[in-house]
Structure formats: C-alpha cells, structure tokens
C-alpha cells in the first residue's frame, strides 16, 4: 500500500488529466478532462433544452386562449388557472431536485421526468383532438357551456402530468451543464458565467420558435397539432440527450439534502441552552478530524447564523463516539452547508414579486392583445400570444453583447470576474419590471381611450382600431427583466448553493417563478373580490373594456418597488460562499487515492 508522501506525489502526477470536483463519467470511473464535459458535451444539453423549451412554452403561452376559446372558460378565471398551471411547473422541480441528489442523479432524473412529460403532452393532445373531450362550440343557437366533468378532469390530468416531468428536467438540466466545467480548475470555471448565457440565449431561441410557429400552428391549424407537435419534439428530445451520455461528467448522488437539513436543524434545537465555546475550534469536525472518518475539504466557519453551530457542540457523551447520531451532533461543514440554504431565503422571498408582475403578461396581455388590431398586410393577423417574441428577440440581441462586450469592460472597472455581482445583475433586472408595468399601464389606458371614442365599451368582442404593436414596449422590458434577474438568478443560485446540493438550489430559483405566479393568483382573486363590492367598477372583468387593468398594473409597480426596497437590504446582508479560498487540508487528496487508482488501472 502507497504511504500519504506517495499518494500525494501519485496524484499530483496525474491531476492534470482528471477533473479535482469528483465528478465521475458515465462508469462511474474519475472522470478524464480529455474525454468528458466542457463544451464538447454542452451542445447536446443545449439541444435538449432547445426542444424541451419549444415543447413546453408552446403550450404555456398560448393556453389562456385554448382555455377561452376551446374551453368555453371565463377571463379571470382562465388566467388563474395558467398562473397555477406555470405555478405547479416551477414547483415540481423541488421534486425532480430531490431525486436527483438523493438517489437517481441529474442525468436519470432527466430521463425518466421527461417520459412523464411526453405522456402528459399526449394526454393533453388527445384533450384538443377528441370533440367528447371538449364543449360544444359557442354559438348563437347553443348556449356557451363552459368545460366541466370529464373535459375538465382530462384537461389537468394532462396539464399536471406535465407539470411534474418539467420538474425533473428544469433543475437538473442547467445543474448538469454547469456541472460539465470543474469549478475546481481556474480554466475550466471561468467558462461557466458564459455557459448560463448562452444556455439562456439557448433557453430564448427554443422560446421564440414555440411563441411565432407553435402558436401561429395552435391559431390557424389547430390545438391538436399545436399540442401534438411539441409532444413529438420532447420525445426527440429525450433521444438527444440521451445519445450524449458517454460524454457527460456526472456528479453522484449524496443522499436526501432535506434529512441533511433537518438533521442540524434538530441538533441546534435539542442544544439550544448550551452555550458555545469560545474558541469555535472546538465545535464537532473544526479541526477536520472525526473518529473513524478521513479528513475532508472544510468550509470556512461563518459568523452569521450562528445558533445553527450548536448543532456541532461536543458534549462529554458525544466526542469519542465513532458512531456519532448526526440528529444530536453534526460535524461544522454540514451546519455551514445549512447556513448557505438559509442565507438564500431572504434573497428568494425579495425576488418572488418580481415573477407576480411579469406573469401579467401571459395571461391578461394576451387578452389585451385579442382585442386590439393584429392586421399585418391584407391576411395575416399577428397572434397575441406571440408578443413575447419582442423579448425573446431583445435577449437575442442583447445576451451576445452583455456576454462578449459588457461583461470585460464591466471587469476593468470592477475587478470582479462577472463584471457585476448576480446580486448586482438581479437587482438591475427588478427595476427593469417596475418600468415594464409603469408602461403596461399607460398603454391599456391608451387602449380604453380608443375603445371609448369608438363606442366599444360594451363591445369587447369588437377589435379596437388600435395596433398590437403598442404593446411592445412592456415586451421589450420584460426581456430586458429577464435577462438579468432570470440568468442572475440561475447562476446565483446554483453557485451559492452547497456543492452537493446544486439541483436543489436551482430548485429554489425556480420556485421564484412558481410562487411568484400563486401570488399573482391570489392578488387577482383578491383584486376581482375587492373591486366587485366597490362603485367604481371591477378592476378585472370578462370585458376588458369596461375593466380598469391600468389600475392593476400600477399597483403591481407600485408593489414592485416596495419589493426593491426590501431586496436591497437583503442582498446587503448577504454573504457570498467563499469560492476560492476552502480551507483544504494537507490530507485531502488522500481522499480520492482509490477511485485515481481504479481509473488509471482501467
């Protein structure tokens, strides 16, 4: 057997070639930086998220439509029913982020989610083909019968067969694409703020297809193609990523993140009247030393959240136990691992509000749009639901310049890698949504103006003589939003999250995006209950022209800079985890002796 002096002189022989971040390839063997990850393996993730986005944005766009239209469903109730459906959609990944750290791993994860995904999408086809599935068309000699019964219960077994397979592959997607540069090679790490750029202008490309040719495909041909040609592309997708297994870097699975949790939180609990020591060198594992385990990499001991460290004391019945019982006693770096998920609620809870105003625009935007004037030429009609391709196309435009320009000058002045912080980047990105409603807001009191002087007030299937392409502006600051709270947040939360947590902590960006939708639910249902009781009109009806969203929309500015305020003390407060400076014992490399060894003998 090799002595440490011998091991350590192996492996600095060999690093070179293998990756330092314990990724494995796909036999489980330390995986060779020659053969695996980096951008040799990033253009078949990319593809499968190029064909995911179009599948699933093709059908989250232009539902609020397929729920009046087809489903004979009313306005508020319509919109609802899309801001629970794309709730679900970014809550689920908790799900899909669970089985991946704790038993399947990233890459089987996306596999088997996305078969749940292709059977909801033929659910949800089978829905907009078979007229049983249906109501009756509205007509002037059939009343108008809104779904209900078995229409209703196909329609969100499909929805929500959906919704659970996108939450296996939206967290683990860009967590396994992140995954494929080793955060611990200088080289390689300086890739990855462009690989979550370019994954979004990836993530922008898919989108713009599914919001011109699906949806233009759901209008004029018909929800059953609609619906069935994104199915078609997931299953395709499922092909793709698949044929790249070989080249993937995959990080194993560490057991349940929530047990972890729970274990320090119980720990710190069951000690909460024990004080702790002075000297912190004495808490469980400061000095990198437990009985019967070896040494490992150690976090940097925090001084914040520090009622979580009584979770590591020692008391006399607990230090020489080799079997120590981590529901009394954790060692430091999982309570460090613990803090850097609590340091990330407040930061998660100030960026919620920022997805309650943007979901206005798929759901009553779009019904604003149905009743504007969409006339392109004498026989084409822009589809409404195709309005985000106005920030689809600013990403387009904008991402490339922030990636290849933005990001080196930002650098010379800062001296920060990034060129801003993501706090910095997320920040930027919510006064952006405070513009996109002041704006949404003018333009809807132009609409009803019109609407006014041409007598449709109480015509609100009439087309109002006004373009659709007023409506741009807000689109266009959405994009903006997007570009840099979205990518601000993917790439702030993957990084601030623990190393064996990373699905989990994408997991936690994407649930901005769901609560955020719930919240926009329950403001419009208090709005609607509100607004009723009043003598001034309700602020949100099944005739828009006769509604007041413009008071809506200010109030979710008004709303939004309240939530600017308090991000800003958040993000303050925060502490970023220390990237480059682990504490790294002299033993460490022992660690990874006999998986070196098996690689190098295969």
């Not at 396994?176 to 611990?184: N, R, S, T, V, Y």
């Not at 890739?191 to 209008?219: A, C, E, K």
């Not at 413009?550 to 109030?555: N, R």
């Amino acid at each position: 057997m090799q002595t440490m002096e011998n091991t350590e002189q192996s492996l600095i022989d060999t690093s070179e070639g293998f990756v330092a971040d314990g990724s494995v390839d796909s036999k489980g063997r330390i995986a060779k930086k020659s053969e695996t990850g980096g951008w040799r393996a990033v253009p078949l993730i990319f593809g499968t998220e190029l064909c995911e986005r179009i599948a699933s944005l093709g059908l989250q766009r232009n539902l609020v439509t397929y729920f009046v239209k087809k489903m004979n469903l009313s306005n508020p109730k319509s919109a609802n029913m899309v801001s629970n459906f794309v709730g679900t959609l970014y809550l689920t990944p908790f799900v899909g982020a669970f089985m991946a750290d704790s038993y399947l791993g990233r890459f089987w994860a996306i596999v088997v989610f996305a078969m749940i995904q292709v059977l909801g999408m033929v659910v949800l086809t089978l829905s907009a083909s078979l007229s049983s599935l249906r109501p009756p068309p509205c007509s002037s000699s059939t009343p108008c019968r809104a779904a209900h019964g078995l229409e209703l219960m196909v329609l969100y077994a499909g929805l929500y067969l959906i919704a659970l397979g996108n939450g296996g592959i939206k967290p683990n997607v860009s967590s396994l694409g992140a995954d494929q540069f080793d955060e611990k090679d200088a080289a390689e790490r300086q890739h990855m703020p462009h690989f979550f750029n370019w994954f979004y202008f990836i993530i922008s490309i898919g989108s713009l297809l599914s919001v011109t040719v699906l949806v233009y495909l759901q209008d004029n041909v018909g929800f059953e193609w609609g619906f069935g040609i994104p199915a078609a592309l997931m299953a395709f997708a499922v092909i793709i990523f698949f044929s790249g297994a070989s080249l993937y870097r995959y990080k194993r699975p560490t057991g349940s993140p929530f047990t972890r949790v729970a274990q320090v939180l119980v720990a710190a609990v069951r000690k909460r009247n024990f004080p702790l020591p002075s000297d912190r060198g004495k808490l469980y594992g400061a000095d990198n030393k437990r009985p019967g385990i070896l040494a490992v990499k150690m976090l940097p001991q925090s001084n914040q959240l520090m009622c979580l460290d009584k979770a590591a004391i020692v008391v006399p019945t607990e230090g020489g136990n080799a079997s120590i019982n981590q529901w009394h006693l954790c060692p430091v770096e999982l309570v460090e691992e613990v803090k850097m998920l609590v340091r990330l609620l407040p930061i998660w809870a100030s960026t919620l509000f920022v997805w309650t105003a943007l979901s206005q625009m798929e759901t009553f935007s779009v019904e604003e749009g149905a009743t504007m004037d969409g006339k392109i030429g004498s026989h084409f009609r822009f589809p409404p639901a195709s309005l985000s391709v106005f920030e689809l196309a600013n990403a387009l435009l904008i991402l490339p310049i922030y990636d290849r320009y933005f990001v080196p000058a930002a650098r010379k002045f800062t001296g920060h890698h990034y060129g801003i912080t993501t706090l910095q980047r997320i920040g930027i990105g919510i006064v952006f949504s405070i513009f996109t409603m002041v704006v949404a807001g003018i333009v809807e009191v132009k609409r009803l103006r019109v609407a006014k002087d041409h007598g449709l007030l109480d015509h609100p299937k009439d087309t109002v003589p006004m373009s659709i392409f007023w409506l741009v502006p807000q689109y266009f600051f959405r994009g903006t939003t997007e570009i840099f709270t979205q990518i601000g947040q993917l790439e702030f939360f993957y990084n601030e999250a623990p190393d064996n947590m990373r699905s989990f902590g994408t997991a936690i960006y994407l649930s901005t995006i769901a609560v955020g939708h719930y919240l926009s639910s329950v403001l419009v249902s208090v709005i609607n209950q509100t607004t009723r009781q009043n003598n001034h009109g309700e602020w949100l009806s099944d005739n828009l022209n006769r509604s007041k969203l413009h008071y809506f929309y200010w109030l979710l500015a008004g709303l939004s800079f309240i939530n600017f305020l308090l991000y800003l003390v958040c993000a303050h407060w925060y502490q970023y985890k220390p990237l480059n400076n682990l504490a790294m014992p002299p033993e460490y490399d022992a660690i990874a002796e006999g998986e070196f060894n098996r690689a190098i003998e295969i």
